[in-house]
């Protein structure tokens, strides 16, 4: 299912947080990609529809560097990523070998793709950071994927982290880290988020003023009506 793209824009205005606030309301709780932390925390908030990659554990007859020319290896995967997609890789929380390194990161930011979010780790993190593609994963490791994994293949429904990601899903990312929004919610929880994201920066200014918690968070009646009063200023 494809995403409006004003949709994906409303959402770059959407915190990680409330996002989960807001499926958390509507039933949905493992939404958070564990182990996956921004490479440089600060950096722009990221949206764009997922780009699944998966890796299984390493076995000797069908990994290693050959890997590398067949076509369905990891370089035939970067060539597939569309611009504004977030390639979300699978490699089982492994922290033995590097998904990709700076030369693969380097062709996506070249071919425009929005971020790269994986429970894995990175290689050449110095490099990959210099590619000025945001990503997001649990640290580094020197040696390469073919070294500790597998990989099958993109396209598929995934597990990261913890949570299970279909391609098209809808990955916001940010320095809380990556949550993944099921397409077919994608315009309700954006719509839902920046509602909340404007009543929370109100509440915000009412605390600095010196409001107690009560009744202002999470807001009661009377709260609102105030907040709806101050809207309309």
């Known amino acids: 299912m494809a995403v409006d793209e004003n949709v994906l824009k409303t959402l770059e205005s959407v915190t990680a947080a409330t996002v989960t606030t807001i499926l958390l309301k509507k039933g949905f709780r493992n939404v958070w990609i564990r182990g996956a932390a921004p490479l440089a925390p ?15 554990p390493y076995r000797e ?28 890789i699978d490699a089982m929380g492994g922290r033995d070998a590097g998904v990709f390194g700076d030369i693969l990161c380097q062709r996506m930011a070249v071919r425009g793709v929005a971020g790269l979010v994986t429970d894995g780790v990175v290689r050449d993190i110095a490099g990959v950071a210099a590619t000025g593609l945001p990503t997001w994963c649990a640290g580094a490791a020197a040696p390469p994927a073919v070294a500790a994994m597998h990989f099958t293949g993109w396209g ?3 597990a990261c982290g913890g949570v299970t990601v279909a391609p098209g899903d809808i990955i916001v990312a940010d320095d809380d880290g990556a949550v993944v929004i099921p397409a077919d919610l994608a315009a309700e929880v954006a719509a ?4 909340q994201e404007d009543l929370e920066a109100w509440i915000v200014g009412e605390v600095k003023a010196g409001a107690a918690l009560t009744g202002l968070y999470p807001p009661n009646e009377a709260t609102l009506a105030r907040y709806r009063a101050a809207q309309k200023k």
């Open 42 to 56: 600060g950096a722009k908030r990221v949206v764009g529809p997922a780009h699944t990659l998966r890796f299984t």
């Open 61 to 88: 007859d069908l990994a290693g560097p050959a890997s590398w020319s067949t076509p369905n290896s990891t370089r035939a995967a970067v060539e597939a990523m569309p611009s504004g997609a977030v390639a979300v």
């Open 156 to 158: 598929d429904v995934i």
């Open 192 to 195: 839902l988020g920046a509602a």
